[in-house]
């Protein structure tokens, strides 16, 4: 078993930056396929980024150029890095763990651990 802790939500401008990060807990993710999903009311949870165990990066096309995701095996911890942030990424971001690491986590069938959610505002 998997546990995901997000942190580092908040409150920003547009424009501005913000960094969500991730912890998991439980067993080594070193092998998972980790990623960030998003979720605003009334709509379903969207792919933001993922990363494979080999260091491949996928994005979703609305934040490539914008956000990075990295993680760090050792530490069990994966952080998205978000520039140039716009009032249409405002969501609750989710930290996301596939155990099948040939998946790239674009869909959420494919996530077989969820955090409990990290609010990011972006408002001016």
């Known amino acids: 078993q998997v546990q995901l802790v997000e942190s580092g939500g908040g409150l920003v401008q547009p424009g501005d930056s913000l960094r969500v990060s991730c912890v998991a807990s439980?067993?080594?993710?070193?092998?998972?396929?980790v990623g960030w999903f998003r979720q605003t009311p009334g709509k379903e949870r969207e792919f933001v980024a993922s990363?494979?165990?080999?260091?491949?990066?996928y994005y979703a096309n609305s934040v490539k150029g914008r956000f990075t995701i990295s993680r760090d095996s050792a530490k069990n911890t994966v952080s998205l890095k978000m520039s140039s942030l716009k009032p249409e990424d405002a969501a609750v971001y989710y930290c996301?763990?596939?155990?099948?690491?040939?998946?790239?986590?674009?869909?959420?069938?494919?996530?077989?651990?969820w955090g409990q959610g990290t609010q990011v505002t972006v408002s001016s």
């Open positions: 996301a763990a596939g155990s099948r690491s040939a998946n790239t986590l674009r869909d959420p069938s494919q996530v077989d651990y």
């Open positions: 439980g067993r080594s993710f070193s092998s998972f396929v």
């Open positions: 990363c494979r165990s080999s260091g491949s990066t």
